[in-house]
């Protein structure tokens, strides 16, 4: 392979793909409907027939899916693709033929069938579909045989491996796999009970487990919990699908299009990986909703390949600096095969490389062991716990034995929406969330604003310093505070009797304590967050004021104009932070300032769990209020980080 | 640059606004100061406003004295040292290995360590978790589960970004291995990003009571942090002077309990300013980057 140097990306706006949606409705008519009737009618006849032929029927229409009517579907889609296709300005031409792509399918399925889906797996299939498509592909008019893929097998592997074992791994760590023979022992127990059997007998064993479980199930009369738990491992495989797979689409077509060559040319990608995701998220979720429609009709395809072909581009020189070698690739480096790839892996010199990069860096490994040690022990194990929300409340069993509850697992999430408090609570968050941010998130602007104007150096130095004190103290000082600024001898009672009006009392009055509550926030917090404004105000270009200036603006045309507009990106990536957790409650503040005679307003979903599950035991009560909680959160930095980057700004990632 | 008569007269509006903000935001801890000060007649009068009356040294020489207050004090104190040093240990080996730019698995160790600042599971699987490995009403409990912080991670990660590469390279020529050059390169260069992050453990060590109210009960009342005991001690009715026996006078016990409060304020109070012009470097690194 050819380095790139001194090149530059082509123009945006010249890549584009013209496919209608028409042309991705015909494969998959193709694909779901008009083949499937050939062994639709053939299964039909079996059946008419009767008896065990059934399978054989049901054999035969899945040989047909496999081998002919997805393999001809896929050709077609090809065929279309590359022709729709127009990258920098170029239109793409496919040279095969629909009979050689649909043969060379046919054959990649065959081989997949084989070997037991390792083909498949092992990404040998994905490489060898690439290269053939893309050796067939050209620039209208331009030399066949120029063109080619230059990546190999082993970057799919690793995706692929993912996919597939993360929500294996899921299910078995959580649980979840029913593994119960007729005496309703788990497998992992059955394990235990015979330590000494050979490996191959465990095998059997688990075949025997796995075969069982139906029928076992159905005749014990556990079938309801079985029904459960498999309904429980959809929703668990269905997240999967919609998260892994569209990273791994991701994954695989920034890497599909930078390991392109078309004519000689090589092709980059130059869209961020996140877009896609988000993209093949969203058309996936779309199909759901719409009961694999949007799938079907080929829209979802469609909007994948517009996306796609707008980010592919070629490299071109910059004008008068490189030479045509620096971003054409010659004809004999698309040679590269799996097997020289392996070759060139396993080689003395590679060998001799692996070595010393491991003599180099394997202290960084070893010092990596601590952090991943703690987020394994603190962070992510503790998510296992998480499927508490989901099973019964028995306080003596392990969590992974407790039978799943009622409801298909939901009864603590109804019984939390059935309890008056918790809708308290939730209510209570809501408006004390709220108002925070409708009153809380601007102070800090103000006052970042105010302190930029503030012309007397030193002062302002001090004023910073004294405004970020409160930042300092604790909530439990700072209730303590307020317990004796606001009593009936306080400092704020004793003003207000000077000045004639009625005394407050925020620590029994509902109202006023939600009011003290969110001005004590503001006083502990703006002068702590002017910090990031401040430094966001100082990257502002200088010459944008003295332009100002020059042309007559006072000082509040200045912040209106400039200031502010500066200060958006970080205004918004703050806010996307604060809509992540809308309904995320701190616990110290809340909890330092309450006391019972406001508890009606103060308690929020953190001291409901607190109160509920440490103090309470209810732990899967509060489980499922925390999963509530942290679902909603992430939805909420999900939805606002995208709304965010809909309307052109950089979002938090 | 001359400025017009209307600036310098928006000049000085504005510099007095700032006045106000700084009095609202010193008024409270003055007045507390000066009730800590006073002595428990002129408290009872209503009369304390801004300078004690009544010089009275007596309520701290008390809480001084309450042996309860003065280990917790200590502990606490030996706690926050402990934390910071670990967290910083902590914190520093996991930011350090993630500069190595080709580091294999560098992006699945830095998506494994951000996700977790988007999503956790929650008090109550902590809980149980602790209960399970037999940290629950243990004092470990206090350092462990939350020994790093990711977004002080990110911090020191953006920091060490900012050292060249070059250093390290020329360091690698010479035969250093990574942990030789964090120790006598990166380390040293970096002691104002350490001095930031260290008052950030430190405060949030020393202003936390959450984890000890909710992993240890009170039977482990010799571990509680100096927050716990404040909390117990300012929304309990009975407050510690009733413990000590002494007569249960509302002007004593309120100097006591303002004696208290300054008494876990002011070590912090004290260290910050000295670290102002570091941490206002630590948060913009950490916002621009988190």
């Given at each position: 392979?050819?380095?790139?140097?001194?090149a530059?990306?082509?123009?945006?706006?010249?890549?584009?793909?013209?496919?209608?949606?028409?042309?991705?409705?015909?494969?998959?008519l193709?694909?779901f409907?008009?083949?499937?009737?050939?062994?639709?009618?053939?299964?039909?006849?079996?059946?008419?027939?009767?008896?065990?032929?059934?399978?054989?029927?049901?054999?035969?229409?899945?040989?047909?899916?496999?081998?002919?009517?997805?393999?001809?579907?896929?050709?077609?889609?090809?065929?279309?693709?590359?022709?729709?296709?127009?990258?920098?300005?170029?239109?793409?031409?496919?040279?095969?033929?629909?009979?050689?792509?649909?043969?060379?399918?046919?054959?990649?399925?065959?081989?997949?069938?084989?070997?037991?889906?390792?083909?498949?797996?092992?990404?040998?299939?994905?490489?060898?579909?690439?290269?053939?498509?893309?050796?067939?592909?050209?620039?209208?008019?331009?030399?066949?045989?120029?063109?080619?893929?230059?990546?190999?097998?082993?970057?799919?592997i690793?995706?692929?491996?993912?996919?597939?074992?993360?929500?294996?791994?899921?299910?078995?760590?959580?649980?979840?796999?029913?593994l119960?023979?007729?005496?309703?022992?788990?497998?992992?127990?059955?394990?235990?009970?015979?330590?000494?059997?050979?490996?191959?007998?465990?095998?059997?064993?688990?075949?025997?487990?796995?075969?069982?479980?139906?029928?076992?199930?159905?005749?014990?009369?556990?079938?309801?919990?079985?029904?459960?738990?498999?309904?429980?491992?959809?929703?668990?495989?269905?997240?999967?699908?919609?998260?892994?797979?569209?990273?791994?689409?991701?994954?695989?077509?920034?890497?599909?299009?930078?390991?392109?060559?078309?004519?000689?040319?090589?092709?980059?990608?130059?869209?961020?990986?996140?877009?896609?995701?988000?993209?093949?998220?969203?058309?996936?979720?779309?199909?759901?909703?719409?009961?694999?429609?949007?799938?079907?009709?080929?829209?979802?395809?469609?909007?994948?390949?517009?996306?796609?072909?707008?980010?592919?581009h070629?490299y071109?020189?910059?004008?008068g600096?490189?030479?045509?070698?620096?971003?054409?690739?010659?004809?004999?480096?698309?040679?590269?095969?799996?097997?020289?790839?392996?070759?060139?892996?396993f080689?003395?010199?590679?060998?001799?490389?692996?070595?010393?990069?491991?003599?180099?860096?394997?202290?960084?490994?070893?010092?990596?062991?601590?952090?991943?040690?703690?987020?394994?022990?603190?962070?992510?194990?503790?998510?296992?716990?998480?499927?508490?929300?989901?099973?019964?409340?028995?306080?003596?069993?392990?969590?992974?034995?407790?039978?799943?509850?009622?409801?298909?697992?939901?009864?603590?999430?109804?019984?939390?929406?059935?309890?008056?408090?918790?809708?308290?609570a939730?209510?209570?968050?809501?408006?004390?969330?709220?108002?925070?941010?409708?009153?809380?998130?601007?102070?800090?602007?103000?006052?970042?604003?105010?302190?930029?104007?503030?012309?007397?150096?030193?002062?302002?130095?001090?004023?910073?310093?004294?405004f970020?004190?409160?930042?300092?103290?604790?909530?439990?000082?700072?209730?303590?505070?307020?317990?004796?600024?606001?009593?009936?001898?306080?400092?704020?009672?004793?003003?207000?009797?000077?000045?004639?009006?009625?005394?407050?009392?925020?620590?029994?009055?509902?109202?006023?304590?939600?009011?003290?509550?969110?001005?004590?926030?503001?006083?502990?917090?703006?002068?702590?967050?002017?910090?990031?404004?401040?430094?966001?105000?100082?990257?502002?270009?200088?010459?944008?004021?003295?332009?100002a200036?020059?042309?007559?603006?006072?000082r509040?045309?200045?912040?209106?104009?400039?200031?502010?507009?500066?200060?958006?990106?970080?205004?918004?990536?703050?806010?996307?932070?604060?809509?992540?957790?809308?309904?995320?409650?701190?616990?110290?503040?809340?909890?330092?300032?309450?006391?019972?005679?406001?508890?009606?307003?103060?308690?929020?979903?953190?001291?409901?769990?607190?109160?509920?599950?440490?103090?309470?035991?209810q732990?899967?009560?509060?489980?499922?209020?925390?999963i509530?909680?942290?679902?909603?959160?992430?939805?909420?930095?999900?939805?606002?980080?995208?709304?965010?980057?809909?309307?052109?700004?950089?979002?938090?990632? | 640059?001359?400025?017009?008569?209307?600036?310098?007269?928006?000049?000085?509006?504005?510099?007095?606004?700032?006045?106000?903000?700084?009095?609202?935001?010193?008024?409270?801890l003055?007045?507390?100061?000066?009730?800590?000060?006073?002595?428990?007649d002129?408290?009872?009068?209503?009369?304390?406003?801004?300078?004690?009356?009544?010089?009275?040294?007596?309520?701290?020489?008390?809480?001084?004295?309450?042996?309860?207050?003065?280990?917790?004090?200590?502990?606490?104190?030996?706690?926050?040292?402990?934390?910071?040093?670990?967290?910083?240990?902590?914190?520093?080996i996991?930011?350090?290995?993630?500069?190595?730019?080709?580091?294999?698995?560098?992006?699945?160790?830095?998506?494994?360590?951000?996700?977790?600042?988007?999503?956790?599971?929650?008090?109550?699987?902590?809980?149980?978790?602790?209960?399970?490995?037999?940290?629950?009403?243990?004092?470990?409990?206090?350092?462990?589960?939350?020994?790093?912080?990711?977004?002080?991670?990110?911090?020191?990660?953006?920091?060490?970004?900012?050292?060249?590469?070059?250093?390290?390279?020329?360091?690698?020529?010479?035969?250093?291995?990574?942990?030789?050059?964090?120790?006598?390169?990166?380390?040293?260069?970096?002691?104002?990003?350490?001095?930031?992050?260290?008052?950030?453990?430190?405060?949030?060590?020393?202003?936390?009571?959450?984890?000890?109210?909710?992993?240890?009960?009170?039977?482990?009342?010799?571990?509680?942090p100096?927050?716990?005991?404040?909390y117990?001690l300012?929304?309990?009715?009975?407050?510690?002077?009733?413990?000590?026996?002494?007569?249960?006078?509302?002007?004593?016990?309120?100097?006591?309990?303002?004696?208290?409060?300054?008494?876990?304020t002011?070590?912090?109070?004290?260290?910050?300013?000295?670290?102002?012009?570091?941490?206002?470097?630590?948060?913009?690194?950490?916002?621009?980057k988190?």
């Amino acid at each position: 392979m050819v380095e790139v140097r001194d090149a530059r990306l082509g123009e945006e706006g010249n890549s584009y793909y013209d496919g209608r949606f028409v042309s991705h409705l015909a494969p998959r008519l193709l694909g779901f409907l008009f083949f499937p009737a050939v062994p639709a009618g053939a299964f039909a006849a079996i059946i008419a027939i009767g008896g065990y032929r059934a399978l054989l029927a049901a054999v035969i229409t899945g040989a047909a899916l496999c081998f002919v009517c997805g393999p001809a579907a896929a050709a077609v889609r090809i065929l279309l693709t590359v022709n729709h296709t127009v990258v920098d300005g170029a239109p793409l031409e496919y040279t095969g033929r629909f009979a050689g792509t649909a043969l060379f399918l046919i054959k990649l399925s065959l081989f997949s069938l084989a070997t037991l889906g390792l083909y498949w797996l092992s990404g040998l299939s994905a490489a060898a579909v690439n290269r053939y498509v893309y050796e067939r592909t050209s620039r209208k008019g331009g030399a066949p045989g120029r063109s080619g893929f230059v990546g190999n097998f082993v970057h799919i592997i690793l995706p692929r491996v993912i996919i597939v074992a993360v929500p294996l791994i899921l299910l078995y760590m959580s649980g979840l796999l029913p593994l119960r023979p007729q005496n309703g022992e788990r497998f992992l127990d059955y394990l235990a009970k015979h330590p000494d059997q050979e490996p191959s007998m465990h095998l059997w064993t688990l075949m025997r487990y796995v075969v069982y479980m139906g029928s076992d199930a159905l005749r014990s009369g556990t079938f309801y919990n079985e029904v459960t738990t498999l309904i429980w491992s959809g929703i668990m495989l269905f997240i999967a699908a919609l998260v892994l797979l569209p990273w791994y689409r991701g994954r695989m077509l920034k890497w599909q299009i930078d390991n392109t060559v078309i004519d000689g040319y090589r092709l980059t990608y130059s869209a961020v990986h996140n877009d896609y995701f988000l993209l093949v998220f969203l058309n996936g979720f779309l199909s759901v909703v719409t009961l694999g429609l949007f799938n079907i009709l080929g829209l979802s395809r469609l909007s994948m390949m517009k996306f796609r072909a707008k980010h592919t581009h070629v490299y071109v020189p910059v004008s008068g600096q490189a030479s045509q070698t620096s971003y054409m690739i010659p004809p004999e480096a698309l040679r590269v095969t799996w097997r020289g790839h392996m070759r060139a892996v396993f080689s003395p010199e590679a060998r001799l490389r692996t070595k010393n990069y491991a003599r180099r860096y394997w202290t960084l490994y070893l010092l990596l062991i601590v952090p991943m040690v703690y987020l394994i022990v603190f962070k992510y194990i503790p998510m296992l716990y998480i499927q508490m929300g989901f099973k019964t409340n028995n306080i003596m069993l392990p969590v992974w034995d407790n039978p799943w509850s009622s409801n298909y697992g939901f009864e603590w999430f109804i019984k939390a929406f059935k309890n008056k408090d918790f809708i308290n609570a939730l209510r209570n968050t809501l408006v004390l969330n709220g108002l925070d941010l409708l009153f809380g998130f601007p102070a800090p602007i103000i006052l970042a604003l105010l302190l930029n104007e503030l012309s007397f150096r030193k002062y302002k130095r001090i004023s910073q310093t004294i405004f970020y004190m409160p930042h300092f103290l604790s909530w439990v000082i700072i209730a303590a505070l307020a317990l004796k600024l606001f009593s009936s001898t306080g400092l704020v009672n004793l003003m207000l009797e000077n000045a004639g009006r009625t005394p407050l009392a925020p620590f029994s009055d509902n109202a006023q304590w939600v009011v003290m509550y969110v001005l004590l926030g503001i006083w502990q917090s703006a002068g702590w967050g002017t910090i990031i404004y401040l430094a966001a105000i100082t990257n502002i270009n200088p010459e944008l004021y003295e332009a100002a200036e020059v042309d007559g603006a006072g000082r509040l045309r200045k912040i209106w104009n400039i200031t502010l507009p500066g200060l958006r990106p970080t205004i918004i990536v703050l806010l996307i932070m604060r809509m992540g957790s809308i309904l995320g409650s701190d616990f110290e503040r809340p909890f330092a300032l309450k006391n019972p005679l406001v508890s009606p307003v103060a308690d929020v979903i953190s001291i409901y769990v607190y109160t509920h599950g440490i103090r309470g035991t209810q732990f899967a009560l509060s489980s499922a209020v925390g999963i509530f909680q942290s679902a909603i959160c992430l939805i909420f930095l999900f939805g606002a980080n995208s709304l965010a980057k809909k309307f052109g700004e950089r979002g938090i990632w | 640059m001359i400025k017009s008569k209307s600036t310098k007269i928006g000049d000085w509006i504005i510099a007095v606004i700032c006045f106000f903000i700084i009095l609202i935001c010193i008024l409270p801890l003055l007045n507390v100061a000066a009730r800590s000060l006073s002595d428990a007649d002129s408290l009872i009068r209503n009369k304390v406003f801004l300078w004690p009356k009544g010089w009275n040294l007596g309520a701290y020489r008390r809480v001084l004295n309450d042996s309860k207050f003065v280990r917790s004090l200590q502990w606490t104190a030996v706690l926050t040292v402990m934390g910071v040093v670990l967290s910083l240990i902590v914190t520093t080996i996991t930011a350090y290995p993630l500069v190595y730019e080709n580091l294999k698995g560098r992006k699945i160790f830095n998506t494994a360590i951000i996700f977790t600042m988007y999503f956790g599971a929650g008090t109550v699987p902590m809980y149980l978790l602790l209960k399970q490995i037999g940290l629950l009403n243990t004092w470990p409990v206090l350092l462990l589960p939350y020994c790093m912080s990711i977004f002080n991670m990110i911090i020191m990660r953006s920091f060490f970004y900012g050292i060249p590469d070059s250093y390290r390279e020329s360091a690698e020529i010479d035969g250093a291995g990574p942990i030789r050059i964090l120790i006598s390169i990166y380390l040293p260069l970096s002691t104002s990003v350490i001095a930031t992050l260290a008052l950030f453990y430190a405060v949030g060590r020393w202003n936390s009571y959450t984890d000890a109210l909710y992993f240890l009960n009170s039977k482990e009342e010799q571990f509680f942090p100096i927050q716990l005991l404040l909390y117990n001690l300012i929304n309990s009715l009975q407050s510690f002077d009733q413990a000590q026996e002494v007569a249960p006078t509302v002007g004593i016990s309120e100097t006591l309990k303002m004696a208290s409060v300054m008494f876990a304020t002011i070590p912090i109070l004290c260290v910050y300013p000295w670290l102002q012009r570091y941490f206002v470097a630590g948060v913009t690194l950490g916002g621009e980057k988190g």
